[in-house]
């Protein structure tokens, strides 16, 4: 069934119709697409459109159908175009002509958006909760790894001995954000463009206050043209995609590493990692693999999308139906690179012996300017001081905590015989006591922190 | 002047030097620079690592600094590889080896994610203010050409008639969403990071929270890894700058067709139009074909960013440097284009008899089928019956309202001779008058609400 | 069936387990993976690590597992993880254990970018042979509408008159770029991996230009490591799509703006072309817009698959996995979106009349200026003056050829009454005679070049 | 000066012009823009257009331009909107009204379009001898290092022993690649637009052969509308450079992992490293950062164009004008990218010893299979019996090869006591024979071909 062709004298070339048909994705809005049906049929009602006896057998009808893709009995036909046009035929052919009441008004440009949003608004908290999830396992690794030395790494060197659950701290506040962009989103998308009709506004007086309330939405549309053509909540949806896919990648780009041979900070267990066809020794992070690459497909479906939207002139061009299948897949991708992060990291052993054993003497190397600066040195000087000492200490294939303490006191005099304190990393992390550092008392106030914005 | 070298044996190759340098963008970052710097001296003396004599003193210092940036006398030197360097470097010239010591605590990776937020707080209002007087203009249009009818498109098809007022009011609202977003932007990036270090957090007992009120931030990062490594502000802000980008590129298009000779709906002024070096009687809509090729190049720059953070393992990665190029450029692209945006559709003619001629009785196609609907009808069987009447109008090469009534009865008896009314572009308007549609007292309403909402 | 796991001790995790499957979309390498294999059975024949016996128990083995591919009758388990698994796993279960020595000195890493090499030189000549069907019609409507005039535009302002063959024809050449590109594709993609192993290549000296050979590749890879990592291919043929793809674009959004009531110039047959829900009048490009739509899809999968490459730093890294889906993608909806175009093109109906009609006198405005240059005056000179004719008609009101000549001889002297004729669209064309221009004649070449090229 | 003007009665916004002005970028095209103007009027001579005289004073006043920008002495004046603009501005200067002949049957559509292919066929060249530099240091570095084993990686985990002299072989085919595409968008890029007008070929009767033989082209465009129109060699070298910058991203993942500690494969030298502003002991690979992260900027680069260019549809669009800071751009940080790649690699140090030392014996698996293979036992069952003792193994804590013989002819009878040759690493790299594998001779024998192919 198409809902037009009255002025057609031909048919549609069959690949012409694949091509045009959206059946393939958007059937996964059936169960929105009846209950915005339904909340339209009240509308009607509420307008004068449909007595109160058709409402009845419209609300039948599609509870009737709604049955059937709750059973996954609703058969699709090879004419149903998209599943606005299945759901209506369906219908019909369960209450006769009285179906063709309910498009009164409405066109697919409003259902479709209104569809659309109703499956993005019951999606975000789906996913919100992996988020929380993948939270919560964060938060538990850095209660239980407390007391871990990891040595922190900046440009893949190291930098300062840093507590690992404060690592896992940072992957959790860079989570957090991506839940806060998610409830923008709520925002965004809670807007009803039902009763707008194609472009130009509905002639029947429906009160779209009372539709936006009935469907969950906070406020209708003022500008119908707008409603039909805004895809804002998509490309947001997509943007807030890629940038998880993003942070996931930072994430799974360090344990990659961390569990290769030459770091050997972590072990994936057996249910989170892979071997090789050929090589018998292999455990392979496949998983992380993944979870890295997708925030490059992440990254092409927001391109992708926002490339589809330039430049469109009109209220409505088809072009819109590419966003479905972009916001779907990158939905289904997170569901599950989120559910397989959480196992993956619940489940991973710590070697904390090899991390604390990979901590040079070299890294301590601030804390030995800073103690120049305590002692009344110019933090700059002080650099100085310390660079000059590591030079020396690499030109003589030392480690930097052997040199003697006359080359200390030749590169510059305030050193003094306290200064192999210095070298303690875990003195180092312990002094970290600025608001969000890394000494103990700050993680464990930070970790109260994360479990209260957890909630 | 290198802030590091103590420890290194042979310079760094000078095409090297050249690819590290980040001069030739941050320089704009003078004075939120030296602000962070005062914040930081202030901060240090608070923690008691400054005497009052030696905050003065580093104070006085960075006022002089900025000074010589406001009266574009500071001389950058080849050797200053980016703006921290350049100020630290001119600040020891003037008061000497106490500069070394404003230093103290602070990495470069704390202080540019904060020079960069600062920059970045500063700006938001900017391009706010732009958009805002864009959106202005856009009320003013729709005040004026109160009355126009515009052939309203779906597929570039004709579709229904609209106000022109209401299309012009279609183009505010989705400029309120990248208002809104805008808004959600200062929240995100009011996060402070100085105070972090390179990423364990500084030794020294700075007040963050302090340090976070001096400079206009919210609240100080709870995680030194976070603070130091996020870049979600900045790719937030491509994608609100690729987003606005597609919305002006969907502007332009329109315009740039109603400006064609077919359609002729619209004029630009010759203040906003350029000619051809060839063909003497070219009048080029350039701007707005700029305007919509700009959307392209920032969905590239947001592309670009995002690439670039995908998979950084570490707290601070070189990579990060290409925040700054892309986020400049994108806002110096924004601010170009609002302006010329606002003045080339304050300035255009408006052709409204071209617009009213152009609307083909058949746009009234929906009225017809709404009429039906008024005699009981149901909605699908109206539908059928008018696409009849059109094939019919279409086959006989007549204009829909030329039909003869026996005609339309023929189609459906429900067909009276009230029919020509439905002709009326005035009174298709008139009846949308749903909350969001195009009736006259409609857009007065939605109006007066944009009025409100821009403030 | 896994082709590890001897030293697991336990088990994927199940999503995991779907997350790490691509059985979804490689399924579809079913063949050429068989095709593969056969052939790398033959190797180790040849390398002695066969018997004859055992490669013709092999041989018979594969032969049976692809008849029931052919047939449609091959059932998958949960267990078979890819295509390459799922094969072994059947063969096993044809003919016992020898299919276990199939896979020796062979991985995955270098069977799979075989395989996908195999499907791409199998792919390309269908889409070469569908790029051709589509430059044929092309070719058709340059023939067939041989002698319509068309405005020609830049900035989507009329520019100068051209033969609608001529425009034809420019599509035509666009294509024929992209077939040449194709070629390239097919010289990249036909050198072998098989016979690298994982990373390290083989120890049994299997002769793989001998293998080469067979699978009909140019040459074997040099360098083992590379054999297994490059997917450069697979990035080209993104590439090729996306270009290919904003070739169509720009062809589509022609035909959309031609085919609005406003130009008129053509009009879609109703085969494909799609109405409204709501509005019985329409008739939309909805076709088109899916062509032009794709565009943005497919620079979003080149974006993608370039951002999941981007520093992968091993010889094979999971990442790469993303390879396929993406590929595959690309080429079915440039299938579909070639078919369409060709199909859409070759029954669409031209209106010569409105073409013709809508070339303005301005539109000679070169050939006036081009009138005086021939007359002496340098060109610069002549360009101004006839855009002041240009403006003194505009201000006027009139067409610029109801000037009168006095008016003319006040802007220039060397205006005479031969002028008119310079208005005439039909001889502007014919003087258009420089190779490449839009002259009958030239255009007549112009068309047997393109045949001749089309082969 | 503007080029155009006469029909106009406003100025230009001064935004707008600033807008739409092309000379920050174009400038950069003084020189090929004059070749092409001298070459222009040779042929306009040729036609009969110019006499002879003409042709003389006009090449000789395009010299003198020509030579105040050689001299970098050419002053450009604020009404100068991009370089033709400037140059002919210039030569009126010099040489009167007669400049104004210069323009005659040209436009700026063709002459922009011919200038920038112009200066990339000047471009390729310089990046091709830079590609070759690199390669050559690759070479380099394969003859110097002969000898060193490296662990060879898949998924970032240790997989089997290769010569490090194949690792930088495999850099250097990637790079060949890149060589082989370069050739190709010479030959696309050399075809040339001049003398095809604004969009329908020239009414003089220029000889565009002679044309191109003239300025190097293969073959002048046969389509007008397609020579102004084509922009996919500009496309084409995007992606050419976003996929160089892949390679280089892998190349420059590679190596930074390499030099971290944990690893401490190579040491880069004190010329191509950097050291932090706070921690006196870093060294840092930031150029390496750089040219990983610069992919993500070539990736934008590249999708910006083709959104932009996605959907124009008229022969030229003004949207064209984003094609060339683009590529500018890109072509820009490759040249530095290369060079610098070319120093750090040819300038670091490599620790043999460690990467020897880092080789487990696990990654002889793969070896201890293929023993067995060549007792009989099926590959599969090889595979099963290594990774059996792989697990044996690790769950006692030993490396593999200190596992007992009775424990190997526990798990297959087949293991006898030769099976101690096994984990010889460098056995296993000799082991690698085939066409192609990292055994010795294989590799000195690609060596020999890189080489030849380097020429």
Redesign the interface.
Known sequence: M????????????T??A???SSLAFDQRLAEVDIRGSKAWAKALAGAG?LSQEELELLLQGLEKVADEFKGSKFVFQESDEDI??AV?RRLKEFIG?????????????DQVATDFRLWMLETIPHLDGQLKELQGTLIERAERDMGALLP???????????LLS??W??Q???LQ?DR??LM?LVE?TSVLPL???????????????ALATELGFRR???????????R?FA??FL?WA??L??HL??L???L??Y?????GFIRL???????????????????L??T????????????????????????????L??DKP?VFEAADRLA??L??LS??IATLEINAGRMRA?I?P??M??????YL?RKGV????A?????????KA?ASGKP?SMLPLETWQEIHPAFESDILEAFSAEI??K?????????PQ?VLE?LA??RQVLG
Chains 1, 2, 3, 4 share one sequence.
């Open positions: 198409k809902l037009w062709g009255g002025r057609f004298s031909e048919n549609l070339n690949l012409a694949r091509m045009n459109i606005h046009t209506e002509p009285l179906a063709g009441k309910l498009h009164t008004g409405r066109s697919r440009n922190g790494y900046t440009h893949m060197q190291q930098a300062q001995p840093v404060h690592w701290l940072w959790f506040w860079m954000r806060d962009r923008n965004e009763g707008c009709g194609a472009l130009a506004g509905s002639s029947f007086p429906v009160d779209r206050f209708p549309f003022p500008n119908s043209l707008d409603a039909v053509s805004d804002d490309a947001g943007f890629a940038l896919g993003v990648s930072r799974s780009e360090a990659i590493i569990s290769s041979r030459e770091f267990s057996d249910a989170f990692s892979t071997g090789s066809s050929l090589m018998p020794q292999k455990k392979n992070p496949d998983l693999e993944l890295r690459a997708q925030s490059g497909k992440l990254i092409g479906l927001l391109t992708g999308l926002l490339a589809v939207l330039k430049g469109l002139p009109s209220a409505y061009d088809k072009d139906q590419e972009a599950d690179s559910a397989v196992g993956l990979a040079d070299q890294m190397a601030t804390d030995l300017a800073d600066v110019p933090f700059r000087q650099h100085e001081a310390v660079g000059a000492a590591v030079q690499e930097l180092s992390v002094n970290r006591v600025a608001y969000g550092g890394t000494a700050e930070q922190l994360a």
